[in-house]
């Protein structure tokens, strides 16, 4: 089978409930008979996706992958033969008004919040927690680049709000 047969789709594996070993992925086949990934408890009828052998050790449990399937021989499932983690540009916002101050980064369908004022948690309510929220993160491009433009943007945020706090009281 050639590159151009591969059947291109977005997968996330996860460790099989049947011997908490194999990385196993689901895709269901939509409407328009494109195979798209999907959850193993979704409604839907699916096949089951494994990683081959020797790309299944480099492959992080829950994150995100392009991949290239080749259908297995007894038609009940895919091997995926390519796999590439995929990576998303992020942005750093920084909200900062006369009472609200805020630093958000974007990235696929994910923010990670820095929110000195509101935060309710760690992960939010410091800098540490929001950074250290980032750093777990496989899935951002350019990441050195982002956790230091978010840095800059929560210091001075922390900064400001600090500031604003001392003059409320």
């Known amino acids: 089978m050639s590159q151009t047969e591969l059947i291109r789709t977005k997968i996330k ?16 086949k939509n409407e328009k008979g494109v195979y798209m990934g999907c959850r193993e408890d979704a409604p839907v009828k699916k096949k089951v996706v ?5 790309l299944a050790n480099s492959i ?3 994150a995100l992958y392009d991949c290239g399937l080749k259908p297995m021989k007894n038609g009940n499932g895919f091997i995926a033969v390519e796999v590439d983690l ?6 750093v916002d920084t909200v ?3 009472n609200r101050f805020k630093v958000t980064v974007k990235f696929g369908n994910k923010s990670i919040i820095y929110d000195p004022q509101y935060g309710l948690d760690d992960s939010r309510k410091t800098v540490e927690g929001a950074l250290k929220a980032l750093k777990e993160r496989n899935d951002i491009r350019d990441k ?5 433009a978010f ?9 400001i709000y600090k500031d604003y706090r001392k003059h409320q009281l």
């Open 50 to 54: 494994i990683p081959d052998s020797v």
């Open 13 to 28: 594996f996860k460790r099989s409930a049947k011997d908490n070993v194999t990385l196993v992925g689901y895709v269901t």
């Open 151 to 159: 840095l800059r943007s929560a210091n001075m945020v922390c900064a």
């Open 60 to 62: 992080v449990e829950n």
């Open 144 to 148: 050195e680049q982002v956790i230091d």
């Open 86 to 91: 995929c990576l998303f540009p992020a942005v």
């Open 96 to 98: 900062v008004t006369s």
